[in-house]
């Protein structure tokens, strides 16, 4: 079974475009941190940036090139067709799919993604709340999510094209239980309850925010989940500015 990190990622994003090659910090763009990260954190697991056939996201594909990792380019609006189009160019069984906005992405955690995976098959895995819910339904903004090549090629089948599923690619294995196995695992004991984080990067405001964040993160050389909230909650600003931009921004 050959394994790979596929980051889900274009230019024309409607409330911040552009968002993941804007300057964020020092020369690093978001989408630089976002792929160290993984090659530090994965190293042997190949990483292919999936992108579109738009002209504005060329852009991409020579980010790919500089960091030595693969591309490929797909539909726009069918994540699931360009995922499968990937898998399928590079010889993909097994996946993690990431979202390109997640500059506090714990990619440490793909390796017990596999693992948990070689132990339990299963259709989909990630992490979830108590109340069951993915955390992809959040706006953690920290795990990714694990399938096959198989079960997206069995979602396409059934999905027939339907937006809801073609985009958000993973919703239809979750959300269908008679058709799919799903598995979600617990999530860190500091996360279980909280509902009023938000690491993911949608906006100008969670722009600013994370980056002010992330600069205090890194230049106090901190690393680890529970360092992040620690910095975190030593600023009740941070978490009141989270929890308005949650309530701006629906899952």
Avoid: W
């Avoid at 993941?20 to 020092?26: K, R, S, T, W």
């Avoid at 976002?34 to 090659?39: A, D, F, T």
């Avoid at 539909?75 to 067709?81: A, H, K, S």
Wanted: charged content about 25%; hydrophobic content about 35%; some cysteine.
């Amino acid at each position: 079974m050959t394994d790979g990190i596929l980051i889900q990622a274009r230019t024309g994003s409607t409330r911040l475009p552009n968002k993941i090659l804007l300057p964020f910090y020092g020369q690093q763009r978001l989408i630089d941190i976002l792929i160290s990260r993984i090659r530090s954190a994965c190293p042997g697991i190949p990483v292919i940036l999936a992108t579109t056939r738009r002209p504005q996201d060329d852009v991409l594909e020579e980010v790919a090139r500089q960091h030595g990792i693969f591309s490929f380019r797909g539909e726009e609006d069918n994540v699931l067709d360009r995922f499968l189009g990937a898998a399928d160019t590079y010889g993909i069984d097994r996946l993690i799919r990431v979202c390109s906005d997640n500059p506090f992405l714990q990619a440490e955690s793909f390796n017990e993604l596999f693992r948990e995976h070689s132990a339990a098959p299963a259709d989909y895995i990630s992490y979830g709340f108590p109340d069951g819910r993915p955390v992809i339904r959040s706006h953690l903004g920290l795990f990714a999510e694990l399938t096959t090549t198989d079960a997206l090629k069995r979602v396409a089948a059934r999905a027939a094209g339907r937006p809801e599923y073609v985009e958000h690619l993973t919703t239809y294995l979750y959300t269908h239980p008679g058709q799919f196995s799903s598995r979600l695992l617990p999530l860190p004991e500091s996360l279980r309850q909280r509902s009023d984080l938000r690491f993911t990067l949608d906006t100008p405001e969670d722009f600013s925010l994370l980056q002010e964040l992330y600069a205090l993160f890194a230049e106090r050389e901190l690393s680890g989940l529970e360092s992040l909230l620690e910095l975190v909650e030593e600023n009740p600003g941070y978490v009141s500015e989270m929890r308005k931009n949650i309530r701006e921004n629906g899952k």
